[in-house]
């Protein structure tokens, strides 16, 4: 049974770029979440994907976006990138069957220096 | 919504003494209360999770918790820790209807030999 594996690990981006992060499931998982951590802080809820189609979203702006594809696996999109993006992104992969199984994985995360 | 508070930003402790790092959560919904561990440029591991059942909940490690719904608490203990237990701990909630964390700032925790 693999884990969640992300990548990149490490990036370096400067203010305005784009940049796309991948992530793969657990195998069996159908539901990919991701989360923002930045330097000294706890991770924060950017948005969930289940079936493709995003599943709840978080307190974060429109340029940041996702994709989820059929085998599980996402990206995570972030366009005009700012200072403030600068962070650990984190990818956390669950099955879900309409109920919270209580069963989150995380993955090593990305992580995002913005310049 | 739910809420978590993580009183302690950073717990120093010696070697194979037993440390307590708590947790207070707030949700007017039942909740699924989680521990995770981060080491050092590492991602979030599971220490132990709380979904229903005995209050008293173990997990890897040596650590285990206890859920306390009166006092809406989740606080994580081991009796004797070591130099290897030195990391960023998490406290998480979550409900029965979704599996979205929310989670508290952290606690550093900071075994001395």
């Known amino acids: 049974e693999t884990g969640v594996t992300q990548s990149p690990t490490h990036l370096i981006k400067t203010r305005g770029q784009q940049v796309t992060l991948r992530c793969s499931s657990q195998?069996?998982?159908?539901?990919v979440s991701w989360y923002q951590q930045a330097l000294g802080q706890g991770p924060q809820f950017i948005f969930q994907?289940?079936?493709?189609?995003?599943?709840g979203r978080g307190n974060f702006p429109p340029r940041f976006s996702g994709l989820q594809f059929p085998n599980y696996s996402s990206e995570l999109n972030v366009n005009a990138l700012e200072l403030d993006d600068s962070a650990l992104y984190l990818c956390?992969?669950?099955?879900?069957?309409?109920?919270?199984?209580?069963?989150?994985?995380f993955g090593e995360g990305s992580r995002l220096t913005v310049l | 919504a739910q809420s978590v508070t993580q009183l302690d930003s950073q717990v120093p402790v010696f070697e194979e003494a037993p440390v307590e790092l708590r947790c207070n959560y707030s949700s007017s919904v039942s909740v699924y209360l989680f521990w995770y561990v981060q080491y050092p440029n590492q991602g979030l591991q599971l220490l132990l999770k709380y979904l229903s059942g005995s209050t008293l909940v173990k997990g890897i490690n040596g650590f285990e918790a206890e859920f306390n719904k009166s006092q809406t608490s989740f606080h994580l203990r081991k009796p004797s820790v070591h130099i290897s237990d030195t990391a960023e701990y998490f406290c998480?909630?979550?409900?029965?209807?979704?599996?979205?964390?929310?989670f508290g700032t952290g606690t550093r925790l900071q075994v001395f030999p």
């Open positions: 998480a909630v979550t409900t029965y209807n979704t599996d979205k964390l929310i």
């Open positions: 994907y289940y079936r493709e189609e995003e599943n």
């Open positions: 956390a992969s669950s099955l879900w069957v309409g109920a919270n199984t209580g069963e989150l994985f």
């Open positions: 195998s069996g998982h159908n539901t």
